[in-house]
């Protein structure tokens, strides 16, 4: 994967979207059909028996007399599921928030288990992978992915994560951490990207976004390690992730909108029918015209 100022490969995007809350106003107008792909639920449980304790593996750096602790354990669901539990309706256009019935997203089921926010922006990189899977093209080893470039990562002058040390680290502790987690930050940036970000320099302008952009292949986004070689400012397993992925023949566009929970995908009758039958995503048909708004779920309210 490698970083390109060649814009003009976007160009078409920008000439078939509009800025809004509507299907199109993410992926191109023009295709056959779109898709809504849903972004996985967090859902966890505390867990207190024993027995169930000594199977799970230990966090790192757990202290001993800590290992036998009540602690949870976390699990993925769907929006369908999530839904059900909730008592509320699934459907294509649903909001989390209308889902949950609170503004911050959050919700506790009846068996208490804790529901989590849905990370917006951001499908993860093994659905990722999945979703490339199912959308043919041909021009496999011609593939163009978009990052927004209000990431933090990717800002070099930008605060990033907050490093938590423990009461009774020196000065010098919090100084000799402070200064490895700005290295592992600068060796996990490309200095193309960097650059082009700080200079605000080939980058792919549309409306009221902009993206840096780098060259791809299928076989590279099918793999879901990727995003720790791409340079994009990956640490610990988590970091930035595509908000535009397209082939050059444009048989298929994949948008992630940084303020949406769940990613949108235009093309084919055929592939968007692959996509909602896949059990490696969750997603359901959608119109170019369907408001994906805060407000638009008039279903659950």
Avoid: K
Avoid at 139 to 166: I, Q, R
């Amino acid at each position: 994967m490698e970083w390109t100022d060649d814009v003009a490969r976007g160009a078409w995007i920008g000439e078939r979207t509009h800025w809004g809350s509507t299907v199109t106003g993410t992926v191109p107008a023009g295709y056959d059909r779109y898709a809504r792909v849903f972004h996985p639920v967090p859902v966890s449980r505390l867990v207190t028996d024993p027995d169930e304790l000594a199977a799970m593996p230990v966090p790192s750096g757990c202290p001993e007399d800590l290992r036998d602790a009540p602690r949870y354990a976390e699990e993925q669901w769907t929006w369908a599921r999530t839904a059900e539990a909730l008592g509320g309706t699934m459907h294509a256009t649903a909001q989390w928030q209308s889902i949950t019935g609170n503004a911050d997203g959050f919700a506790t089921l009846p068996d208490g288990r804790n529901v989590g926010q849905t990370r917006e922006g951001r499908l993860p990189p093994d659905q990722l992978a999945a979703l490339v899977r199912l959308l043919p093209t041909t021009t496999p080893d011609d593939l163009t992915v978009g990052v927004w470039v209000g990431w933090g990562e990717l800002n070099a002058g930008s605060s990033g994560a907050a490093l938590f040390f423990p009461a009774s680290a020196s000065r010098r502790e919090r100084l000799r951490a402070e200064e490895q987690w700005r290295r592992e930050r600068e060796e996990a940036l490309d200095p193309a990207v960097a650059s082009a970000v700080h200079r605000r320099r080939g980058l792919l302008e549309l409306p009221n976004r902009e993206y840096v952009l780098l060259s791809t292949t299928v076989t590279e986004l099918t793999d879901p390690t990727w995003p720790e070689r791409a340079g994009i400012g990956w640490m610990n397993g988590d970091g930035p992730m595509p908000a535009l992925v397209w082939p050059s023949d444009r048989a298929w566009c994949i948008g992630s909108e940084i303020d949406f929970d769940s990613t949108l995908v235009g093309g084919t009758a055929e592939a968007i029918a692959a996509v909602t039958r896949s059990d490696a995503v969750e997603a359901l048909i959608v119109r170019p015209d369907d408001d994906l708004g805060a407000f638009a779920d008039h279903v659950n309210g």
